[in-house]
């Protein structure tokens, strides 16, 4: 931002955001302000006031109808929704889970009113690197393919339920991301496993 908002205005800057929740260094940001203490009390003014809600310490949202992806992600960044969630979602797996999973830069499970959030460590060369991440207005979510590698990544031996959603192209065009050859092995693994199911299936 150029300038400074003026008295009336640092609330109107937030509600205009096409974002729900924001994270203290967010607004500070949106503010163009640099005195953390001076963002947070004004914050708190407005939460007393009812305009805003804390979620948790250092993160705010406009109302109650806050996206749960997009608080997970604002929570420690950079981090991008992945893992369970995102396979799960794709039909590659069919167990569901009540967590969101995040790849992030700590390891650490919380819970924000009644909802888990599994946020799983990756290298800073791997989190940082955005092949395969799709970016929305509200948060960043790996594509299936992403998903399935970052699972792979972290787990040495993983059961997945169904391969065929996956574009394999997409895959192998991803794997180079994480300098690992275990890992490469083991996605060579599942892709013969792929083939041969699917050459029994049509037989």
């Known amino acids: 931002m150029d300038k400074k908002p003026t008295k009336g205005e640092y609330l109107e800057v937030l509600l205009r955001s096409p974002r729900a929740v924001f994270s203290t260094k967010d607004v500070a940001l949106l503010w163009g302000e640099e005195k953390e203490q001076t963002v947070t009390s004004r914050l708190i003014k407005y939460v007393k006031a009812g305009k805003l809600i804390r979620v948790r310490r250092g993160i705010y949202a406009k109302d109650k109808n806050y996206d749960r992806f997009e608080l997970a992600t604002r ?6 929704i992945s893992f369970e969630t995102v396979l799960t979602r794709a039909g590659i797996n069919f167990q569901y889970y009540d967590s969101i999973f995040v790849a992030s830069y700590v390891t650490r499970e919380i819970e924000i009113s009644g909802q888990k959030i599994s946020f799983i460590r990756m290298k800073d060369y791997v989190l940082s690197n955005t092949t395969g991440i799709e970016h929305a207005e509200a948060c960043s979510i790996a594509s299936k393919e992403r ?13 997945f339920d169904h391969l065929d959603v996956l574009d394999w192209d997409k895959v192998f065009e991803i794997l180079p991301i994480y300098h690992n050859k275990r890992m490469e092995k083991k996605v060579k693994e599942y892709f013969e496993h792929y083939k041969r199911q699917r050459a029994e299936s049509e037989n």
């Not at 929570?75 to 991008?80: F, G, N, R």
């Not at 998903?147 to 059961?159: E, G, M, P, T, V």
């Open 75 to 80: 929570i420690y960044t950079p981090s991008y």
């Open 147 to 159: 998903a399935f590698l970052d699972r792979i990544y972290i787990s040495k031996d993983y059961h």
